[in-house]
């Protein structure tokens, strides 16, 4: 008989998946290999950015006091004692009536409180002596870039679990990190099932189509900060498709398989999960697309069953995969990113099912404006391209109307929401 399978909220089925939940390893990798990795360790000041007060201009470094009585009509000159660039410290104390020529960088010398641009000064010489004149007044602290300005010894600047962008990666330098502590990243394992499946690189024949699923994952492996493990495509073969899942658990993280978790007569992972002794978390969700969406465990180690439909497929990565992705590189905030838009055009199709739609968002005056970025159906491949987002429909609804207000889920996002879906009315059909 057909098993009947009930379907759950997305929030109680997120929720599920991230009972299993570990923050991962922590390596430590070259900073020149830490672009697009994640902190793993909050990342302090332990200095003052600037270490010390330097000049912001290429100019003389004066003592304010001495350029009281500078005008027009009465310059007042000074000698010049001595040139520094950045890197250099001048060593003697400046006297009244000196100036020390100074760059851009370069430390104020002691003695000094003020430093004039070169443009506002006239140079000359006199007696096998340099000097310079302005002609108005400089109060103390004018052009000094004072120590600790920017940064002050002991701030946190970098909390763990941080996207290293590239001015954390500036930030790293400053202070000194040049092996950086980065979370281990999760190996995904992937294997495409179906026996209608052909590699990019074939010919197309009747009945057959290309597996565009598995690399699409992929790549969505790669953007929520995972390593990807490519474990091929298999042929609708039960016993075989046994022990192929078997081989890649042993050697990945968790595993993702698309297709095949309906309740078609060559829907094998179903039967593939009992032959494992996998525990299934749920295998029906009240979301479109991906409504077959199902998860598994065994001895704590998570089986993504993933639509064959590619739009299904791409979806139940993004809300149920990519947060436990996160969570192990330690983010605070694993789940995609939620915000408030403005529907663009009118979307009418009623649904017992929260939908998520694949959207692209636009900034138009200053407001996210959401539009659905092509055909809309689980089976949909040519929508996602442009899909930065998708767009979130609460079921139980007549459909909306252009101007609404609606939540986005941004999916080129590396900062993500702490728990976005807590609002969504679950609806079964
Ligand atoms: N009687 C029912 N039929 C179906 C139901 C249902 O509830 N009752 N659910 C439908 C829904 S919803 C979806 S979604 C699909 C799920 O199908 P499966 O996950 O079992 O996937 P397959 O049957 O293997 O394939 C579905 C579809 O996707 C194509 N596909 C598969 N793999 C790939 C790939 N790697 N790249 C591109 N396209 C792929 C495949 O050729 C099929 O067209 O089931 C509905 N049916
Ligand atoms: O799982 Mo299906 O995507 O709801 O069309
Ligand atoms: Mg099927």
Redesign the pocket.
């Known amino acids: 008989m057909l098993e009947k399978r009930t379907p759950i909220a997305v929030g109680e089925a997120v929720k599920r998946v991230m009972q299993y939940a570990t923050e991962g390893k922590v390596e430590q990798v070259d900073i020149t290999e830490s672009y697009g990795r994640y902190v793993a360790e909050d990342i302090a000041a332990d200095q003052d950015v600037p270490a010390f007060d330097r000049s912001p201009y290429d100019g003389f470094a004066i003592r304010a006091i001495d350029s009281a009585a500078a005008s027009a009509e009465n310059p007042v000159a000074f000698e010049v004692v001595g040139t520094i660039g950045a890197g250099f410290v001048f060593d003697e104390l400046v006297e009244p009536g000196q100036a020390v020529r100074i760059m851009t960088g370069a430390p104020i010398p002691a003695g000094c409180d003020a430093v004039v641009m070169l443009e506002l000064t006239k140079g000359y010489e006199a007696d096998g002596k340099t000097y310079m004149t302005i002609k108005r007044a400089f109060s103390a602290g004018t052009n000094i870039s004072y120590r600790g300005e920017d940064v002050k010894q002991g701030a946190v600047l970098v909390k763990k679990g941080t996207y290293i962008n590239p001015g954390v990666s500036a930030l790293l330098a400053t202070f000194g990190y040049a092996q950086v502590p980065v979370f281990v990243k999760p190996v995904i394992g992937v294997i ?3 026996s ?2 052909l590699e990019p690189h074939e010919v197309l024949a009747p009945g057959k ?1 290309r ?4 690399y699409m994952m992929l790549a969505q492996i790669e953007r929520a900060g995972a390593t990807a493990k490519y474990y091929g495509k298999l042929s609708d073969d039960l016993a075989v498709c046994i022990e192929a899942v078997k081989k890649a658990m042993a050697e990945v993280d968790c595993l993702i398989t ?7 007569d060559f ?1 094998y992972l179903p039967a593939i999960y009992e032959a494992i002794g996998a525990d299934v978390l749920f295998n029906k969700v009240a979301q479109r ?4 969406t199902t998860v598994a465990q065994c001895d704590g180690q998570l089986l993504f069953g993933l ?4 739009s ?1 497929c791409y979806v139940g990565f993004e809300l149920y995969t990519k947060p436990l992705i996160k969570a192990a590189l330690g983010s605070q905030a694993p789940h995609l990113r939620r915000e408030k838009a403005t529907l663009g055009v009118d979307f009418k199709k009623p649904n017992p099912f929260t939908r998520f739609v694949r959207s692209t968002v636009t900034v138009t005056d200053g407001k996210l404006v959401a539009t659905p970025s092509g055909f809309d159906k ?2 949909a491949v040519s929508s996602l391209a442009d899909a930065n987002a998708f767009i979130v429909l609460p079921g139980g609804t007549r459909g909306y109307e252009a101007g609404m207000q609606i939540d986005v889920l941004l999916l080129e996002d590396t900062n993500g929401s702490a728990w976005p879906w807590d609002n969504i009315v679950p609806s079964y059909r």
């Not at 639509?307 to 590619?310: E, K, L, V, W």
């Open positions: 495409a099932t179906g209608e499946l189509i597996n565009s699923n598995a698309t297709g095949g978790v309906s309740v078609g829907d697309p991906g409504s077959v639509s064959g439909n590619p299904a689980s089976s």
